[in-house]
């Protein structure tokens, strides 16, 4: 997707759930004018216990990095009864 002039996006999925050997994560790339290469990496589920046996998630040490990786869902039935929102900044630097 591209996105405005002032970054923000929207994007609506399914609350990702776990396969065999990972825990629930959404893969994200992004590209940018004047960035070389694109910038992937994964977003997971706040509060999920098969996070701590994630190996991906664990590389991550740095707890304010692992922090920012994590998608906290809310109630927001303002848009769809049962539905969840979770905001999230991405911050290229």
């Known amino acids: 997707m591209v996105v405005g002039s002032d970054g923000r996006f929207a994007f609506r ?11 629930p994560h ?9 960035w070389p290469e694109p910038f992937v990496t994964q977003l997971y589920v706040a509060g999920e216990p098969q996070n701590e046996r994630d190996s ?5 040490r740095d707890l304010r990095q692992r922090e920012a990786m994590l998608m906290h869902f809310a109630p927001a039935d303002r848009i769809e009864q049962g539905a969840l929102l979770t905001e999230r900044d991405l911050v290229m630097f």
């Open 26 to 34: 959404i893969h994200v790339l992004v590209s940018a004018a004047g």
């Open 56 to 60: 991906l998630f664990n590389s991550v």
């Open 13 to 23: 999925t399914i609350k990702p759930v776990h396969y065999p050997g990972r825990t």
